[in-house]
């Protein structure tokens, strides 16, 4: 019944802005079109709002779920056509604050301890009210300024009630086919994934404390600290910073700052986050950064955060060298080479397919060329190739998109292409070297020689398995025989074959530390296991 009225409410809503039309003009309903001829409303005047604006103002009005739903939805430019999708960018995620008693009965239940107990100034009217929590200022008794987010009562169960309403018009929408290949039920299930994860303030905290780690004594970025034993799930507590609005051009330039460099140093920690830490802030838009002295940038919300596998990162800083010395040729091959592309796909029919899009993007000047839109552009070419963009990616192009609009606007003549291709380049040089080949290999050192003792009956078994499977009628019963008795007689040999590399590759790591006497012993005893495995 709930989710009856409910439903009710959000027809009304839809119905004043006109968006029924709207929604019955789409491939989905098209055959109901003709109703629309049956209700009133459709012979009043309609507004001059976009079809865009439209949609915004409708969400807004809906209330926080269908705020944040709109804004998740806003990263699938591949499905959405620009205007709607230039709009859903804009989405204003504010609501009313709820009252500072029920914000202080949270914090005292949750921590244990009356407000003044725990702070020495505790500000009644919020900083800032958002659909998922309200935030405070307060003065710890060490005298430390922090922000004092907390998450809003009840709001849980509100988020369900919409969450199961959104599924059921994404159940809808998958009985026509149009509507399956835009997998609404995926898109319903990424967002559910996305709301949940931002209540959770322990999760949040820990985005931000990690991020401050990599961070740290940076002069690109800098991220508040966390005071972990204020922090609950439903409560998390971060130093309070200072600084300008990004957006506040004005201000910036009262203040000398130099926006070129500033510019600059986003695209810079843009791709240090992507490719060095593999730890990406997702939702960098102007509200969530500040500039401090020296054109640092200040980051605040960490609720979004974005990771890549080893596999993507290596693969996405290939296309992107690739794309900025137009090698299509190369694109192509790094999208079947990843497997991001169906096996079946025509290389040559989808390099013809990148050019066409990109050829006549390269035709301006570089400083005049969005790179996120070549990413986007992109990704609604790959739809032709029936190839599902990883959400991660689309995560990333969404945050590139944030940095690209930031650094124009700061910085009109800013060439991203030509501020990052030699980071790329030096990045790519110095994690995919022989140097950064025998790094990654010593950070599994551990966990390699733990599985050394294993390897010889893991063999055996494996054998033993295949000895016994289907393919048994296929080799004699002898040689089966002979292979597993030859295999346990240099069961011995190989693990100290594989004990001896490992211990001749530790002596490498080491001499790059200078530690010279493990390096000598490490050595010797790599030298006994070769010996032994001859």
Same mark, same amino acid.
């Given at each position: 019944?709930? @989710?009856?009225?409910?439903?009710?409410?959000?027809?009304?809503?839809?119905?004043?802005?006109?968006?029924?039309?709207?929604?019955?003009?789409?491939?989905?309903? #098209?055959?109901?079109?003709?109703?629309?001829?049956?209700?009133?409303?459709?012979?009043?005047?309609?507004?001059?709002?976009?079809?865009?604006?439209? *949609?915004?103002?409708?969400?807004?009005?809906?209330?926080?779920?269908?705020?944040?739903?709109?804004?998740?939805?806003?990263?699938?430019?591949?499905?959405?056509?620009?205007?709607?999708?230039?709009?859903?960018?804009?989405?204003?995620?504010?609501?009313?604050?709820?009252?500072?008693?029920?914000?202080?009965?949270?914090?005292?239940?949750?921590?244990?301890?009356?407000?003044?107990?725990?702070?020495? @100034? +505790?500000?009644?009217?919020?900083?800032? =009210?958002?659909?998922?929590?309200?935030?405070?200022?307060?003065?710890?008794?060490?005298?430390?300024?922090?922000?004092?987010?907390?998450?809003?009562?009840?709001?849980?169960?509100?988020?369900? /009630?919409?969450? /199961?309403?959104?599924?059921?018009?994404?159940?809808?929408?998958?009985?026509?086919?149009?509507?399956?290949?835009?997998?609404?039920?995926?898109?319903?299930?990424?967002?559910?994934? %996305? %709301?949940?994860?931002?209540?959770?303030?322990?999760?949040?905290?820990?985005?931000?404390?990690?991020?401050?780690?990599?961070?740290?004594?940076?002069?690109?970025?800098?991220?508040? #600290?966390?005071?972990?034993?204020?922090?609950?799930?439903?409560?998390?507590? %971060?130093?309070?910073?200072?600084?300008?609005?990004?957006?506040? *051009? #004005?201000?910036?330039?009262?203040?000398?700052?130099?926006?070129?460099?500033? =510019?600059?140093?986003?695209?810079?920690?843009? +791709?240090?986050?992507?490719?060095?830490?593999?730890?990406?802030?997702?939702?960098?838009?102007? !509200?969530?950064?500040?500039?401090?002295?020296?054109?640092?940038?200040?980051?605040?919300?960490?609720? *979004?955060?974005?990771?890549?596998?080893?596999?993507?990162?290596?693969?996405?800083?290939?296309?992107?060298?690739?794309?900025?010395?137009?090698?299509?040729? /190369?694109?192509?091959?790094?999208?079947?080479?990843?497997?991001?592309?169906?096996?079946?796909?025509?290389?040559?029919?989808?390099?013809?397919?990148?050019?066409?899009?990109?050829?006549?993007?390269?035709?301006?000047?570089?400083?005049?060329?969005? +790179?996120?839109?070549?990413?986007?552009?992109?990704? #609604?070419?790959?739809?032709?190739?029936?190839?599902?963009?990883?959400?991660?990616?689309?995560?990333?192009?969404?945050?590139?998109?944030?940095?690209? !609009?930031? !650094?124009?606007?700061?910085?009109?003549?800013?060439?991203?292409?030509?501020?990052?291709?030699?980071?790329?380049?030096?990045?790519?040089?110095?994690?995919?070297?022989?140097?950064?080949?025998?790094?990654?290999?010593?950070?599994?050192?551990?966990?390699?020689?733990?599985? *050394?003792?294993?390897?010889?009956?893991?063999?055996?078994?494996?054998?033993?398995?295949?000895?016994?499977?289907?393919?048994?009628?296929?080799?004699?019963?002898?040689?089966?025989?002979?292979?597993?008795?030859?295999?346990?007689?240099?069961?011995?040999?190989?693990?100290?074959?594989?004990?001896?590399?490992?211990?001749?590759?530790?002596? !490498?790591?080491?001499?790059?530390?200078?530690?010279?006497?493990?390096?000598?012993?490490?050595?010797?005893?790599?030298?006994?296991?070769?010996?032994?495995?001859?």
């Amino acid at each position: 019944m709930r @989710s009856f009225l409910r439903f009710i409410i959000v027809s009304r809503i839809l119905v004043r802005y006109r968006l029924d039309n709207l929604i019955l003009s789409t491939p989905l309903l #098209k055959s109901f079109r003709p109703l629309v001829f049956l209700t009133p409303w459709h012979y009043f005047p309609t507004s001059k709002l976009s079809r865009g604006e439209r *949609i915004r103002l409708a969400l807004e009005e809906l209330g926080p779920v269908y705020i944040k739903f709109g804004q998740t939805l806003s990263t699938r430019r591949d499905l959405l056509p620009n205007d709607i999708g230039d709009e859903l960018a804009k989405l204003q995620d504010k609501c009313p604050p709820f009252p500072a008693k029920e914000s202080k009965e949270i914090i005292e239940k949750g921590l244990g301890e009356s407000v003044s107990n725990l702070f020495s @100034s +505790f500000d009644d009217v919020p900083f800032a =009210s958002a659909s998922i929590a309200q935030v405070h200022s307060a003065v710890t008794h060490d005298g430390e300024e922090v922000i004092v987010k907390v998450v809003r009562p009840n709001i849980r169960k509100k988020i369900k /009630r919409d969450v /199961r309403l959104l599924y059921a018009f994404a159940a809808l929408a998958e009985k026509h086919p149009d509507g399956k290949r835009l997998c609404p039920r995926e898109a319903v299930a990424e967002f559910e994934r %996305i %709301i949940y994860n931002e209540l959770n303030m322990m999760a949040e905290a820990a985005n931000a404390s990690l991020l401050r780690k990599n961070f740290k004594d940076s002069s690109l970025l800098y991220v508040p #600290k966390v005071h972990w034993d204020y922090c609950r799930e439903n409560i998390l507590v %971060i130093e309070r910073i200072y600084g300008t609005p990004i957006s506040d *051009i #004005k201000a910036l330039n009262e203040k000398k700052t130099d926006l070129m460099r500033l =510019s600059e140093n986003g695209v810079i920690i843009f +791709f240090t986050q992507v490719f060095e830490h593999n730890f990406f802030h997702a939702d960098m838009h102007p !509200g969530n950064i500040f500039v401090g002295q020296g054109e640092q940038y200040i980051g605040v919300d960490f609720g *979004i955060m974005g990771t890549l596998s080893d596999a993507d990162q290596y693969y996405l800083a290939q296309n992107f060298l690739a794309f900025f010395n137009q090698d299509y040729k /190369r694109v192509a091959q790094v999208h079947l080479e990843s497997g991001w592309v169906p096996k079946e796909t025509s290389a040559l029919e989808f390099e013809n397919a990148i050019r066409s899009v990109c050829e006549p993007i390269f035709q301006k000047p570089l400083s005049e060329i969005s +790179f996120g839109q070549v990413l986007l552009s992109l990704f #609604k070419e790959a739809r032709r190739f029936n190839i599902t963009i990883q959400p991660q990616l689309l995560l990333l192009d969404k945050t590139l998109l944030n940095i690209e !609009g930031l !650094g124009r606007a700061l910085y009109p003549d800013l060439d991203l292409w030509a501020t990052a291709k030699p980071f790329l380049e030096k990045l790519i040089k110095d994690k995919y070297s022989l140097k950064g080949t025998v790094k990654k290999i010593s950070d599994q050192l551990p966990e390699l020689i733990a599985e *050394i003792p294993d390897l010889p009956m893991l063999a055996v078994n494996a054998l033993k398995q295949f000895e016994s499977g289907s393919l048994r009628k296929d080799i004699a019963k002898k040689q089966a025989d002979a292979i597993i008795k030859q295999l346990k007689e240099n069961a011995a040999k190989q693990s100290a074959v594989i004990t001896a590399s490992a211990l001749f590759i530790l002596a !490498g790591v080491l001499a790059t530390q200078s530690l010279w006497p493990f390096v000598g012993l490490s050595a010797a005893l790599g030298l006994l296991f070769w010996l032994k495995s001859r």
